[in-house]
């Protein structure tokens, strides 16, 4: 996983399913400039970059601490390795320390 401890710039909420390539771009161009910091290494992503080369499944959570959000992790890590054999790659953000 890649969790991330800061999200800046702003998203324009958009609740419509993603279907196509002409969405993807309004999605990077909405995303353009925010960054995320990786808790790992302290190293800064572009949010975008995380699905510049491979298929990506998000997950948003509410904070590193939260139950929930840990049990959202715990279930998204079981089926990780057969998200990632189809070629996803699994990403978790969050605020907070990791």
Known sequence: FIGARRLEGTICSNSTHVPS?????????AVK???????RDDSVVALSS?????TVVLAFLRHWGC??????VA???LVRPKLESCGLRVVAIGSGEA
């Open 67 to 72: 139950v929930l959000c840990k049990k959202k």
């Open 75 to 77: 279930q998204l890590d």
């Open 50 to 54: 995380l699905w510049s080369d491979q």
């Open 33 to 39: 400039g925010i960054t995320l910091v990786n808790p």
């Open 21 to 29: 390539l002409s969405v993807q771009c309004s999605l990077d161009q």
